[in-house]
């Protein structure tokens, strides 16, 4: 049996600059959709799929997160006072365990790589996984939850989260060079960051959920800059292939940009129409305005 994946990093020390000026003063993860920031969905999905330990790689203006997952009692005291027992057990529920939470500051932005590398103690010497809080995934069985479902049947070794993009925005993406298809999995033989469309061995990005083993750190220590004079996770995973098994995964469900203006409008729709006490209301919001155009 592989080592369990009980321990996930999320790295929350970006900018968020095509958010101004929304985010000048509150972190990008702490956009609501709906009702929830982006970084308590990418933390549920975590708890869902078994994890265990919640890390976070922050950056300067980021306490707001820490808050976030904090508890609160002054809140907590009004909620009890005015009988709201449904809104403070969602409150409670939202906030890890004592001891299963902790933070590392990324003093610099210095790229997706160096902000894994930054939780290199943390982790420690097991399979971890990755979760970019920009992605949000609507699905059955939260995305992680299937990674590693998938990843204990084959026995263990790095995977990725990967989905069919056009071909014109390869660019945009880590692009897989792949090898053998195995139902949903599929052998990883290349790995390209962000290729031009006539450059690009696929069209099978990787977004934003990974599972890694512990030996990805030491390629990260090297902090050799790529793309965008960047440390790439991808450029470290890349000199990983030919060792431990390494495969993407299809996953079950529908991923949302929410790192772009328009792919997080299109997730609060999305996920409104998805709730029971939302979905009527929202129906008819989404007709009268296209009725309107």
């Given at each position: 049996m592989p080592k369990k994946v009980r321990k996930a990093v999320f790295p929350v020390g970006g900018?968020?600059?095509r958010f101004l000026p929304a985010t000048k003063a509150m972190p990008k993860e702490m956009l609501p959709v709906v009702d929830k920031p982006l970084i308590q969905y990418a933390v549920e999905e975590a708890r869902d799929a078994g994890i265990e330990e919640f890390f976070f790689v922050t950056g300067r203006g980021k306490t707001i997160i820490e808050d976030h997952f904090d508890k609160s009692y002054e809140l907590e005291s009004v909620l009890i006072e005015r009988e709201k027992r449904d809104l403070l057990e969602e409150l409670q529920a939202s906030v890890p365990k004592a001891g299963t939470i902790a933070y590392i500051r990324q003093q610099e932005p210095l790229g997706l790589g160096h902000a894994v590398w930054c939780a290199k103690r943390l982790v420690g010497?097991?399979?971890f996984a990755v979760i970019l809080a920009d992605d949000l995934i609507l699905a059955d069985t939260p995305c992680l939850a299937q990674m590693t479902a998938a990843r204990e049947k084959i026995g263990g070794g790095n995977m990725l989260a990967v989905m069919e993009v056009p071909k014109a925005h390869t660019s945009r993406y880590g692009i897989l060079s792949p090898g053998e298809e195995q139902g949903k999995l599929i052998e990883i033989k290349g790995l390209v960051e962000k290729p031009a469309p006539a450059d690009a061995p696929s069209n099978l990005a990787v977004i934003g959920r990974y599972i890694l083993e512990p030996n990805i750190f030491p390629l990260l220590e090297k902090q050799a800059r790529g793309a965008g004079n960047e440390i790439q996770l991808t450029d470290a995973l890349s000199s990983l292939l030919g060792g431990d098994s390494f495969y993407g995964m299809k996953f079950d469900g529908t991923r949302y940009d929410c790192g772009d203006k328009i792919g997080f409008l299109e997730a609060n729709i999305a996920f409104a129409l998805n709730r029971g006490d939302?979905?009527?209301?929202?129906?008819d919001?989404?007709?009268?305005?296209?009725?309107?155009l």
């Open positions: 900018l968020g600059t010497d097991e399979p939302m979905r009527s209301d929202m129906r919001i989404v007709k009268k305005i296209a009725s309107e």
